[in-house]
């Protein structure tokens, strides 16, 4: 056991094995391409026309796969410590050419971000973020370079009669900073054991996937607000000219819905993460475990709702 842990740390943990682990970390950022049309394909099934991807009940079914992918993710992260040397600025095992590049996009130059600038421009390749729905953390990133991809040819991406389905989304409405700055000083330490273990790659891969799929959710919110907005066009422009903050929130969400989305959240966070001991344990009575706390997962299923009103 001691020695597959060892070997784990080489693997994205920067230890004695760095020179193979970032090549393998080189091979997971290619496969990640793959898991990336896959999840892309997923969040658009059964979508064939600009009025079926702003359908509420397609929009509905996204978004609680979506929180599937979330609950898992963050399971992930908290298998790890909190590991601060991962989001340490200057991190010079990176060498001076790679901290050039991340502080030019507007890093601090940690681990951390080198990992998701690095996936980032990967998948900005195959077109990522030309997805109405897809917003990077870190610029520039690269032109895309390959063809046509399963993204590209969905209707969520395509353009209505109208010129396109979403509105464009201003730049002071990108979230992303914010959400990076929140996962770092408040997720983090709520979710991990303090301390540190030594996998910094494998912390900071987890770290990828779990602002990625945060960040797709939020903004997916975007189709429910285009939704209703085409369903009561004339109501919801008044809102917009008179910068009604409050009432434009009340047309969008309904409270009733979101506390029963989070109660779900909860829900799935106690299935998902219940730890399992012997084979006639029910999860039942005050001996039952959670990898994560189920109610913490909750809290946050209400604040990523609040985020994309």
Same mark, same amino acid.
């Given at each position: ?14 230890? !004695?094995?760095? &020179?193979?682990?970032?090549?393998? $970390?080189?091979?997971?950022? %290619?496969? /990640?391409? *793959? ?6 394909? &997923?969040?658009? &099934? ?26 898992? /993710? ?10 601060? $040397? ?22 601090? =130059?940690?681990?951390?971000?080198? @990992? ?18 897809? @917003? /990077? @953390? @870190? ?15 969905? !209707? ?10 979403? #509105? !464009? ?31 910094? =790659?494998?912390? #900071?891969?987890?770290?990828?996937? %779990? ?13 429910? $607000?285009?939704?209703? *907005? ?5 109501? #919801?422009?008044?809102?917009?000219? $008179? ?6 929130? &009340? ?21 998902? /993460? ?36």
């Amino acid at each position: 056991m001691r020695q597959r842990l060892r070997g784990r740390q080489h693997f994205l943990g920067f230890g !004695p094995g760095r &020179a193979w682990g970032m090549h393998l $970390a080189f091979i997971w950022l %290619v496969l /990640s391409t *793959f898991e990336l049309e896959v999840y892309m394909a &997923a969040n658009t &099934a059964n979508v064939t026309s600009v009025d079926q991807a702003l359908d509420l009940n397609n929009i509905r079914s996204v978004l609680q796969r979506m929180e599937d992918s979330i609950i898992f /993710s963050l399971i992930e992260r908290s298998q790890y410590r909190v590991n601060n $040397a991962v989001y340490e600025p200057n991190y010079k095992p990176l060498g001076r050419f790679k901290l050039h590049q991340l502080k030019s996009s507007g890093s601090s =130059g940690c681990l951390g971000d080198w @990992f998701i600038y690095q996936t980032e421009c990967l998948h900005s390749q195959v077109k990522r973020y030309e997805h109405p729905t897809e @917003f /990077s @953390f @870190f610029k520039p990133l690269p032109e895309p370079s390959l063809g046509q991809t399963i993204s590209e040819a969905s !209707p969520t991406s395509s353009r209505g009669e109208d010129g396109s389905v979403l #509105a !464009p989304v201003p730049p002071e409405a990108v979230v992303n900073p914010k959400l990076l700055e929140i996962y770092r000083t408040k997720m983090i330490p709520s979710l991990c054991e303090e301390g540190d273990d030594g996998n910094y =790659g494998s912390t #900071a891969v987890q770290d990828v996937h %779990v602002l990625q799929t945060i960040s797709t959710r939020i903004y997916y919110g975007l189709f429910v $607000a285009e939704s209703k *907005f085409r369903s009561e066009r004339e109501k #919801a422009t008044e809102l917009i000219k $008179a910068r009604d903050e409050d009432g434009l929130t &009340a047309f969008i969400t309904k409270p009733e819905v979101e506390k029963r989305n989070v109660q779900r959240v909860i829900l799935k966070a106690k299935a998902f /993460s219940r730890n399992i001991e012997g084979q006639a344990d029910e999860g039942n009575g005050d001996n039952t475990t959670y990898k994560v706390n189920p109610e913490y997962i909750g809290a946050l299923a209400a604040d990523v709702q609040t985020c994309q009103t």
